[in-house]
């Protein structure tokens, strides 16, 4: 048994799109790119590449579409590369084409979201590859960027690394603050025993409470051999060894080998990549790291842009046959399925005359109607 493991699925796409509005409130507010609408023709069409400066491992690719997708962007998107590939600079991995105001709109958004991920993806891959032929596996934590955590546990998942639990709500995690704040029901005034704790827990697993029910999962943090002891037996699935030493981590596993238990143990706390591989070699089953997440850098990529103008053929027949109006709304709807009822031409009086795209204006709507 193990926590729910991030997936590409409608959870990550709603934060992902969240996070691109939040990208677009940002860099536009309820303006526009004033200098793309200066210097770039509404007519004009071009492509581009993003294209990895350094190796490291991809995250985030697939995510691409969405993001273009929330932009309202009029562009074409081809993805070049899997999840968990890696990456060989100057090899593009994902390429745009459509229209030059909108690639240069979204440019900024699109590489700073997949220069996160791949970053962290990498970093995870580095920590994998520290633990070597040992069988632990590696975890990350709840030490994510706010509003990233989804996406920085997908990217987790990229660089070969699992899922720990993704909220408060996803399984008992007991720690040393919930023993020091807790009391013993036999004594009010004594402070919660770790084996306490764990039995309250398991007895709570499955459980409904106020019409909700509790999880499967019970995990707790000792800090000592002495409460391992305590918590050992009570039948909860995971210990968190925390901040213990190579050879009480032994001691641990040791233990538990003896009394013969169904108990994975987890070694968590100042876990370096230095350090990671003499970790692994004491026998524990899983080891936690806040590193993956909070000490990742931003992989380097960069858009590339190509030489003379991409019309795909679907695009040309689309803007020959098709009435404009019609191509508009076409857009609209297709683009803004979850937004109110809108009307084409409602945008401010004052960007009338500036010749900005549909996806311009749709921006604006999209700022106007969604009070994030």
């Given amino acids: 048994m193990d ?26 507010d309820i303006a526009v790119d004033w200098t793309t609408v200066a210097m770039i023709a509404p007519e004009r069409r071009g ?24 932009f309202d962007a009029d562009l074409e998107v ?11 600079p100057g090899e593009p991995i994902v390429r745009l084409s459509g229209s030059a105001r909108d690639l240069l709109t979204s440019e900024r958004v699109l590489l700073n979201i997949l220069s996160r991920l791949c970053g962290v993806a990498t970093l995870t891959g580095r920590y994998v590859e520290a633990i070597g032929e040992h069988t632990a596996r590696l975890y990350d934590t709840r030490k994510t960027t706010p509003g990233w955590r989804r996406l920085e546990k997908y ?10 639990r993704t909220g408060l709500y996803d399984g008992f995690l007991i720690k040393d603050n919930h023993l020091a704040l807790g009391r013993s029901e036999n004594d009010p005034s004594s402070k919660l025993t770790a084996g306490e704790a764990a039995t309250r827990a398991v007895a709570m697993r499955g459980a409904s409470v106020n019409q909700l029910v509790a999880p499967p999962m019970v995990e707790i943090e000792v800090d000592t051999l002495e409460q ?43 876990v370096t990549i230095d350090t990671i591989g003499n970790v692994a070699a004491t026998g524990v089953d899983r080891i936690s790291s806040g590193a993956l997440t909070h000490q990742a850098t931003w992989l380097d990529l960069g858009m590339d842009w190509l030489d003379g103008e991409i019309r795909p053929l679907v695009a040309v027949i689309h803007f020959l046959f098709v009435p404009r109006p019609c191509r508009q709304l076409t857009r609209t709807l297709r683009l803004h399925r979850r937004s109110p009822p809108i009307h084409l031409n ?11 795209t549909l996806s311009n204006r749709a921006w604006i709507r999209h700022r106007f109607w969604h009070p994030w």
């Fill in 3 to 28: 926590y729910r493991p991030v997936q590409l699925d409608d959870a990550l796409e709603n934060d992902l799109r969240q996070l691109v509005r939040l990208s677009i409130a940002e860099d536009l």
């Fill in 47 to 70: 492509a581009c590449q993003i294209v990895p400066r350094c190796t490291g491992i991809a995250a985030g690719i697939a995510l691409a579409p969405w993001i273009v997708d929330e």
């Fill in 78 to 88: 081809e993805v070049l590369i899997d999840e968990g590939a890696p990456l060989v």
């Fill in 155 to 164: 990217a987790v998942r990229c660089g070969g690394g699992h899922n720990h």
């Fill in 228 to 270: 391992f002891e305590q918590v050992a037996t009570t039948g909860i699935d995971i210990v968190l060894l925390d901040n213990f030493s190579l050879e009480d981590l032994r001691r641990a596993v040791a233990r538990r080998d003896e009394l013969g238990v169904t108990l994975d143990l987890e070694a968590s706390g100042n």
């Fill in 346 to 356: 409602r945008c401010p009086s004052w960007a009338a005359g500036t010749g900005m």
